[in-house]
């Protein structure tokens, strides 16, 4: 199984960027689906951004057009570009991993332990 450790959180103002890493160990890094997910207070967990072994993406629409999500299999990363920030994108955000069709069933088994992202002016 996979291990994720995040990286690259911190605290920005409104309309800032930051870009965060997961770096994986323990499995063959290309053959997993890979995704961001997010969890603010009192809310639910929700899926941000999803990478197919092939190279397909999908992103929630509170993020489409301002979020990248991209990986380098050679490093064994994947990243995830955040650019026009907002108040509402503050949550610990986490990395997922998972066989090929977690892309389409969300099942992903493997976690990072998060890494917060605080927007405020």
């Known amino acids: 199984q996979v291990q994720l450790v995040e990286s690259g959180g911190g605290s920005v103002q409104p309309g800032g960027s930051l870009r965060l890493s997961c770096a994986a160990a323990?499995?063959?890094?290309?053959?997993?689906?890979m995704a961001w997910y997010r969890q603010a207070p009192g809310k639910q967990r929700e899926q941000v951004a999803g990478?197919?072994?092939?190279?397909?993406?999908n992103y929630a629409d509170s993020v489409k057009g301002r979020f990248t999500i991209s990986r380098d299999n050679a490093k064994n990363t994947v990243y995830l570009q955040m650019n026009s920030l907002k108040p509402e994108d503050t949550a610990v955000y986490y990395c997922?991993?998972?066989?090929?069709?977690?892309?389409?069933?969300?099942?992903?088994?493997?976690w990072g332990q998060g890494t917060q992202v605080t927007v405020s002016s």
């Open positions: 990478l197919s072994t092939g190279g397909s993406t």
């Open positions: 323990g499995s063959i890094f290309r053959s997993n689906a």
């Open positions: 997922a991993a998972g066989p090929p069709l977690a892309y389409y069933s969300r099942e992903y088994n493997a």
